[in-house]
């Protein structure tokens, strides 16, 4: 807690809880497993989000967030391991935007139905439980001090699952995604890997909504991943630069909270959109002026 002091104005009261590192040293010794728990979805973060990019998920995965947060509300709700809970909803929403396929790309209205149901049980499973109101908002906008060791052991083991498959089925699903009637036609089982995909999109939701919370996910799974993509089209170039960001992102804004009694999402999101604007600015720099003779065509067409 903060105390008032005697003539300070309103404004360096607030920017003093969003920056304030008098004892960041002592602090620091207290969240090495949160930093651990950042890197691990830093890495996954940034490999399933090239995915989910060139899959067009976004909404998916903003669905998946509401189901998982309504699974981890219940689960706080009734006194049952949260990341249990967590898990449960984001496999059960995985699977059934799994079975739509590539109609969830072409008709996101049933992404759109699903994900305020999600969130509005998991309003009402908050609202009826009567503990601690810290564990309620850390759901929502995530926490730093959360994590202890057996948290970190089921982080780390679901990173090892997630990584695993994705190394698996990366070149075919890396196909499928950028032309899936070509991959069909070349063989590569479309069709399988779109709810395997979404299996391990989930793993990778309900890993991250124990950290970043379930409003803000999409700073830690899309926004890495689309920086990449606006400054290089390699697909080996891209994990890269998604994962770079990614682990600047999550560990970054873990630092940054780390002197604050704000939450830590603020910060992860702040670092990956700003990570994202300083892309779009060298795409746009690196982009070459268009040439005046190959557009006259189009405006005397459009005329």
Sequence with gaps: ?????????PGSIAWDRVFDFSDYGAL??????????????GLIGGLVGVFIVARDLPFAVHGIAELSFAGAAFAL??????????LVGSVLAAVL???LGN??????SAIGVLMPFGLGLGVLFLALYQGRAANKFGLLTGQIVAVDNPQLVSLAVLSAVVLVALLVMWRPLLFASLDA??????????RLLSPVFMLVLGLAVAM???????LLVLALLVTPAAAATRISSSPFVVPLLSVGFALTAMVGGMLLALGSSVPISPYVTTVSFTIYLVCRVVARVRRPPARVEASRPVVAEVV
Excluded: C, W
């Design 1 to 9: 807690m903060h105390s008032v002091l005697p003539g300070a104005l």
């Design 28 to 41: 620091l010794a207290l969240v090495h497993n949160s930093l651990y728990a950042g890197a691990l979805l």
């Design 77 to 86: 709700l009734v006194g049952v391991n949260v990341v249990l809970g967590s």
């Design 97 to 99: 935007f799994g079975v």
């Design 103 to 108: 109609r969830a790309r072409e008709h996101n």
């Design 181 to 190: 009637d070509v991959a069909a036609a070349r063989g590569v089982p479309v």
């Design 208 to 214: 991250s909504v124990q950290i970043v919370g379930a």
